[in-house]
């Protein structure tokens, strides 16, 4: 799913557009005992109430996609008689009333999901009547041909709330604050099927992590029998680990930035694409090329790229990239600098000890506090009147 398929389907969490038909849960200690289920229609819920769950429903399909909201496709055994896509079909086919297959979900969420902690689990089922568009984008809600029927389910951990004092209204006076147990937003989560060209996809789901390093394998592997892509983090691991063994120990400060700049700017040229740019062996090699890398360290780029990544491996853009930050650090310095300014920082040979030099002929901070710089002296010495 791209950004658009998934902005269409959080569009739906609203009053006005609501297409859920059914809500359960099912509330679990840390002790992975069921305290609490629940099963609704989702219109018989109060305003307010259902107000805090569209929350939480925005948020499972929330992030960034390919980071926090990674699009899985199942495996062929999972797609075979009793396997993990089978399951999910039934307890959609179902419509969330059907109690065992219910009971036996909670039962696959409770022994792949690994917290400490006291949660709630929240599955919906909604039946979303998709619009047909026009050839100039509009939507014709008339002319829709296709329903989208899903399963959205969230993890959602529960957390007692701060000790503190309170207000009585009712009495006139400062008191001690009743602590309760406060559902927080989702941990985890799952869409099923997913929503891709704008259309049911029985092979594959949309997962949500909020921390992208934490996928949780056994959730991925055990409860949706996907295969556990790379987590952002360990993308970006991979590729700095390209990166030093392709230039090796003589990798120079001027190549590492030209890596960076192209990279850059190749986010750029395609950020108003709704799909997450991919780079392949290929495209990783053509940016190494474009940054000024020899031909000799090329010579085993092929080599280290399927060591690091597989030989098939791909890389997102995003996931790879630092567009916001460009830090240079030696064990006792760090500078940092306009990522969009990396020119302005080069090394140089200096009595015989490699330095780096930044022009700071403009302006000058030390803790906040201006300094002088040969620019302000020189001003200084033009505005000073010679003696009569």
């Known amino acids: 799913m791209n950004k658009k398929e998934i902005l269409e389907i959080r569009k739906q969490f609203t009053p006005r557009n609501c297409a859920i038909t059914r809500i359960c849960g099912c509330y679990v200690d840390h002790e992975k005992t069921k305290k609490m289920e629940s099963k609704d229609a989702f219109l018989s819920l109060p305003e307010e109430e259902a107000f805090k769950y569209f929350d939480i429903f925005k948020k499972t399909l929330s992030g960034t996609v390919g980071k926090n909201m990674l699009n899985l496709e199942f495996p062929l055994d999972a797609e075979m008689p009793g396997g993990t896509q089978e399951f999910l079909l039934k307890l959609r086919d179902s419509r969330l009333e059907d109690d065992m297959l219910l009971e036996e979900f909670y039962d696959k969420v409770i022994a792949a999901y690994e917290y400490a902690e006291n949660y709630y689990i929240i599955l919906i089922h909604a039946m979303y009547d998709i619009p047909g568009k026009a050839s100039d984008g509009a939507e014709m809600f008339d002319a829709s041909d296709e329903v989208y029927e899903y399963l959205l389910m969230s993890i959602c951990p529960v957390t007692l709330s701060k000790a503190g004092l309170s207000y009585n209204a ?133 080599k280290n790229f399927a060591e690091t990544a597989g030989e098939k491996g791909q890389l997102l853009a995003s996931n790879i990239a630092e567009t916001k930050k460009f830090n240079i650090e030696t064990p006792d310095v760090v500078i940092k600098v306009n990522p969009e300014r990396a020119d302005l920082v080069e090394t140089r040979i200096i009595d015989g000890r490699q330095c780096l030099v930044i022009p700071v002929d403009d302006h000058i901070e030390v803790n906040g506090i201006s300094v002088r710089t040969i620019a302000n002296i020189r001003e200084d010495s033009r505005n000073v009147l010679p003696e009569e």
């Open 170 to 302: 009712e009495d006139n006076r400062i008191q001690d604050r009743i602590r309760d147990w406060i559902v927080d937003m989702p941990d985890k989560g799952f869409l099923f099927p997913a929503f891709n060209d704008r259309g049911t996809d029985l092979h594959s789901v949309l997962y949500y992590t909020k921390k992208s390093e934490d996928l949780q394998p056994e959730m991925i592997g055990q409860l949706l029998g996907a295969v556990t892509p790379m987590s952002a983090d360990t993308q970006k691991e991979t590729f700095q680990t390209i990166i030093e063994d392709t230039l090796g120990e003589d990798g120079d400060y001027e190549t590492v930035r030209n890596i960076h700049e192209t990279l850059n700017n190749l986010i750029e040229e395609h950020k108003e694409e709704p799909e997450p740019l991919a780079l392949d062996r290929t495209d990783v090699k053509k940016i190494f090329e474009q940054s000024g890398v020899s031909n000799e360290k090329m010579e085993m780029f092929d």
